[in-house]
């Protein structure tokens, strides 16, 4: 074997970690970089695919580099200022911007603390879920990254320690992930207006009625081991704050009120304040293909 087929053979494997891990956070930093120089509008999901190797070979066509879609340090330096900075290699806090900051990005929102935009640009939205995921990871609440963070975001997200029914007979579509350069923290159910929404276990009204930010008529439940389940878009609310409710009582009808496309109930399950994966409360639950998104404003 020749020493220079060796070499990039090996460089190959160096940049191919990603195929391992389908949410790779320096595959979401990638992402980030190549949409801000314009090279890519597909989801910021740390899946490394072909639209996103098609996408750094574009890049690497137009900055005069060997177009071979790996990421090199060449390639690195040349997607600029949200190419640099290593993950790991500085405290990341408010107005921090760069590779470093955007994979931060995206790991709190899978840890259930999602920002808005997914951005590499960490201002105080992003800080301020930063200081939440410590408080729940029972780190010290500083408002900055260090070592201990990181370990902490790297690790599996949590599940729901409680089973829940499914609070449609309708197979979900949209789930729990990224969605463009944001962060879906729910599940959807494309039910008719004016399905039933029922409870999922017996539990307690924590909320009910409007909500700011989108969601329209929400139902909260409090199901007890620190979950909360929020029923969004209601059309219709059929319980009080404080309200008891036995599994399979009826919390409200599905609706499209706040920021909502078409009628679907938007849940989302809470853990100690914590987005979890609904679908870790319904292992029997299966989804369907996703439709397009449901909701105008995602948070
Ligand atoms: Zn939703």
Do not use: C
Request: overall charge positive; charged content about 20%; proline content about 7%.
């Amino acid at each position: 074997m020749r020493p220079v087929i060796f070499l990039s053979l090996l460089a190959a494997l160096l940049v191919l970690p990603a195929a391992a891990d389908a949410r790779d956070p320096n595959v979401a930093a990638l992402q980030v970089a190549l949409r801000a120089r314009g090279f890519y509008a597909g989801a910021v999901n740390g899946e490394r695919g072909p639209s996103t190797t098609e996408a750094v070979r574009a890049f690497q066509r137009r900055a005069g580099l060997t177009a071979d879609g790996s990421l090199g340090a060449r390639t690195r330096v040349a997607l600029g200022a949200f190419g640099r900075h290593a993950l790991g290699s500085r405290p990341i806090t408010t107005g921090v911007s760069g590779w470093d900051a955007a994979a931060v990005q995206f790991m709190l929102a899978w840890q259930g603390f999602p920002s808005g935009a997914i951005d590499g640009q960490f201002g105080e939205r992003s800080t301020a879920a930063l200081r939440q995921f410590q408080r729940w990871a029972r780190l010290p609440v500083t408002g900055v990254t260090d070592a201990a963070v990181l370990k902490a975001l790297r690790a599996q997200p949590a599940r729901s320690p409680v089973r829940l029914a499914a609070p449609v007979a309708v197979a979900p579509t949209d789930r729990f992930g990224p969605r463009g350069d944001r962060f879906h923290a729910g599940l959807d159910f494309p039910a008719a207006r004016g399905t039933r929404v029922t409870a999922g276990a017996s539990g307690r009204v924590t909320h009910a009625g409007p909500l700011a930010g989108g969601w329209g008529n929400v139902v909260t439940v409090d199901y007890g081991s620190g979950v909360e389940a929020m029923h969004a878009h209601l059309s219709r609310v059929d319980v009080r704050v404080g309200q008891r409710v036995a599994v399979g009582a009826s919390l409200g009808a599905v609706g499209a009120t706040g920021h909502a496309t078409g009628p679907h109930l938007h849940l989302e399950l809470r853990l100690r304040g914590a987005a979890i994966d609904p679908l870790t409360a319904f292992p029997q639950t299966r989804t369907r293909p996703a439709d397009p998104p449901l909701e105008i404003k995602p948070r």
